[in-house]
C-alpha cells in the first residue's frame, strides 16, 4: 500500500508556471505507475499525465503537450509535473494517482487504486 500527499499548487498568471510534487510513504513506490489527474468544477477527473516505473514512458493528454512534463525520482519516492505556459483553462484541482499496473487507458481515474489529496491550482490574472 502507497500514500500520495500533492504539494506545489498555487495562483498563478496565464503564462507561468508551477511544479507540483507527489511524494509516496509506503513500500514499493519504485514499481508503481503514477498518474496525474485534475478535475475543475463542474466537470470530470481527467488524466493529464504518467509515467510508467520501469523504463520511465510517459503519456501526456492532448491539450498539455509541450507546456507540462512528468518525471519521477525514486531516491526521494516523487513524481513531478513541472507546468508551464499555463492557461486559465488549466485551472483545477490536481490529484496524483498509483497502480502497480500498467493501465490499458492511463487517463481512466477507475484504472488507479491509490490516490492523494489534491492541490489547488488556480491560473487567472
Known amino acids: 500500500q502507497v500514500q500520495l500527499v500533492e504539494s506545489g499548487g498555487g495562483l498563478v498568471q496565464p503564462g507561468g508556471s508551477l511544479r507540483l510534487s507527489c511524494a509516496a510513504y509506503?513500500?514499493?513506490?519504485?514499481?508503481?505507475?503514477i498518474g496525474w489527474f485534475r478535475q475543475a468544477p463542474g466537470k470530470e477527473r481527467e488524466g493529464v499525465s504518467c509515467?510508467?516505473?520501469?523504463?520511465?514512458?510517459?503519456s501526456y493528454t492532448d491539450s498539455v503537450k509541450g507546456r507540462f512534463t512528468i518525471s519521477r525520482d525514486s531516491g526521494k519516492n516523487t513524481v513531478y509535473l513541472q507546468m508551464n505556459s499555463l492557461k486559465p483553462e488549466d485551472t483545477a484541482v490536481y490529484y496524483c494517482?498509483?497502480?502497480?499496473?500498467?493501465?490499458?487507458?492511463?487517463?481512466?481515474?477507475?484504472?488507479?487504486?491509490?490516490w492523494g489529496q489534491g492541490t489547488q491550482v488556480t491560473v487567472s490574472s
Open positions: 509515467i510508467s516505473p520501469s523504463d520511465g514512458n510517459t
Open positions: 494517482a498509483a497502480t502497480v499496473f500498467f493501465p490499458d487507458n492511463w487517463g481512466s481515474a477507475n484504472e488507479y487504486d491509490y
Open positions: 509506503g513500500s514499493g513506490f519504485a514499481n508503481y505507475v
